[in-house]
């Protein structure tokens, strides 16, 4: 049974920093994609970053060039560290994991947004940024 386990979200003014962490265990991670959605009261889930088994990432545009997504394959641990905060950054985050080591990573980010029931979810971690 995968589990995902969040942590590292908190409350920042704009252009701060956080890193999110996600924590995976059950499965056999190279087998994966990773991949961070957000979540905000009143909106669509939002796919953020995703990351493929070969390491390349892709990102949807509102974050790019501020958001990193990482991975450690070794301690199975799936990062995003997201700079220059902005208020419309605030959510829930999420992360994910795509069963497929073929994907390519916007593949896998293109899987979160439309096929949601074949991804693995953890609990959320809650980003808030103020103004």
């Known amino acids: 049974q995968v589990q995902l386990v969040e942590s590292g979200g908190g409350s920042v003014q704009t252009g701060g920093s956080l890193r999110l962490s996600c924590v995976a265990s059950g499965l056999t991670y190279s087998r994966y994609c990773m991949g961070w959605s957000r979540q905000t009261p009143g909106k669509e889930r939002e796919e953020v970053a995703a990351?493929?088994?070969?390491?390349?990432?892709t990102y949807t545009n509102s974050v790019k060039g501020r958001f990193t997504i990482s991975q450690d394959n070794a301690k199975n641990v799936l990062y995003l560290q997201m700079n220059d905060l902005k208020p419309e950054d605030t959510g829930m985050y999420f992360c994910?994991?795509?069963?497929?080591?073929?994907?390519?990573?916007?593949?896998?980010?293109?899987?979160?947004?439309?096929?949601?029931?074949?991804?693995?979810w953890g609990q959320g971690t809650q980003v808030t940024v103020s103004s």
């Open positions: 994910a994991a795509i069963p497929s080591p073929d994907m390519t990573a916007k593949q896998a980010l293109a899987v979160m947004r439309d096929r949601p029931s074949l991804v693995s």
């Open positions: 990351v493929d088994s070969d390491g390349s990432s």
